[in-house]
C-alpha cells in the first residue's frame, strides 16, 4: 500500500479508484457484451460500434441505441451500484468511480461522482456544434439540435471503437495516485481500461478484481474473487467500511 499519498490519506483513508463494466448492470436485466448470450453474439460491432458502421447505416445504429436507451430506463441500480455509492458517502477516504457502462444506474444508485470513459446512452451528441444535451427518448436521423439548430446531426454521446475515450488524461493521474484500483464485472478485453490494472499497479497501487469468472487480465491483480457483483461487492464495501 502507498503510504504517501496526499489524496490518499487527506480524510483518513486510502484513494480507491474503481473501475466497473457490464457486469455490474448485468443482474439489472442490461446485457453484457461478451458473454455467451452478449450483445456482441446478436450484432455485429463493425456494423453498431464504429464510426465507419455509422457513416454506412446511420438508422441501423441510431436503432440499435435507442433500444439500448429504452432498456437503461426500465432498469434499475441492483445491489452492487448501490454498495458502491453507499462507499463513495461513507468511507473516510477518496473513492472515484470510473465506468466504462453507458447506462445511468450508478447515478440512479446514488454515486455522486462517475466518470463515463466509453460516453451516456441518456446523452445526445451534436456532430456540428459538440454540444451534449441530455436525451431521454428516441434519436432519429430527423432529430434536431436545439443549440446550432442543425437536424440529422444528433448521434448518440457514446465512444465507438476508433474513437478517443473521455477523460483519459484526468483517468491517468488518478491511477497514478490509487492507493487501491478495483475491477468490477468487466472482461479485460477493450484497451485502454484494460490496461488500468497494470497502470495502477506500476504506480504502488494494491489491486482487487471482483468479477464472475477470471477475466484476460485476472493475471495482472493482487487477488481475484469470483461470483455475482450485486453479491461480492455490497460484501467488499462491507469489509472496506469496517476495516479500511
Ligand atoms: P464484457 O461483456 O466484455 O464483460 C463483462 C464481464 O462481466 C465478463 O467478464 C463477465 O464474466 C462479467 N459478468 C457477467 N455477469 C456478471 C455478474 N452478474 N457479476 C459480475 N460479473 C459479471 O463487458 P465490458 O468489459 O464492460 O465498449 O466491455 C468493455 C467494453 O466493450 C464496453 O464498454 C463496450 C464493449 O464493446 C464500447 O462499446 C466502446
Redesign the pocket.
Known amino acids: 500500500m502507498r503510504k504517501e499519498s496526499g489524496m490518499g490519506t487527506q480524510r483518513g483513508g486510502r484513494h480507491i479508484v474503481i473501475l ?5 448492470s ?2 439489472s436485466g442490461l ?5 455467451e448470450d ?3 453474439s446478436e450484432y455485429d ?1 463493425e456494423e453498431v ?1 464504429t464510426p465507419e458502421g455509422y457513416a454506412a447505416n446511420p438508422a441501423l445504429v441510431l436503432d440499435f441505441y435507442n433500444q439500448r436507451r429504452a432498456n437503461c430506463r426500465e432498469a434499475a441500480p441492483n445491489p ?1 451500484h448501490f454498495a458502491l455509492a453507499r462507499l463513495a458517502k461513507e468511507y473516510p477516504g477518496r473513492v472515484t468511480l470510473i ?4 447506462d445511468d444506474l450508478h447515478e440512479r444508485a446514488g454515486s455522486p461522482e462517475v466518470l463515463h ?3 451516456e446512452i441518456m446523452r445526445a451528441r451534436c456532430a456540428d456544434c459538440e454540444a451534449r444535451p441530455a436525451w431521454t427518448g428516441d434519436i432519429t436521423l430527423k432529430s434536431g439540435c436545439a443549440q446550432c439548430e442543425s437536424v440529422g446531426r444528433i448521434r448518440p454521446d ?4 476508433g ?1 478517443m ?1 473521455y477523460f483519459l488524461d484526468e483517468i491517468a493521474e488518478l491511477l497514478s495516485e490509487a492507493d487501491l484500483f478495483v475491477a ?7 484497451y485502454p ?2 490496461g488500468f490494472v497494470a497502470e495502477a499497479s506500476r504506480h504502488g497501487a494494491d489491486t482487487l478484481e ?7 487480465v485476472s493475471a495482472y491483480f493482487e487477488e481475484t474473487r469470483l ?7 455490497p460484501a467488499w464495501v462491507e469489509s472496506i467500511l469496517k476495516y479500511g
Do not use: C, K, Y
Not at 471482483?210 to 484476460?216: D, G
Open positions: 466497473t463494466g457490464a457486469g455490474v448485468a443482474e446485457g453484457t457484451f461478451r458473454d452478449g450483445l456482441w460491432l460500434a452492487a465506468t466504462q457502462n453507458i470513459m466509453h460516453g457514446v465512444v465507438w471503437f474513437e475515450p468490477i464485472g468487466t472482461s479485460g478485453a477493450v481500461a484494460a471482483l468479477n464472475l469468472e477470471r477475466s484476460e461470483g455475482e457483483a450485486g453479491i461480492l461487492v
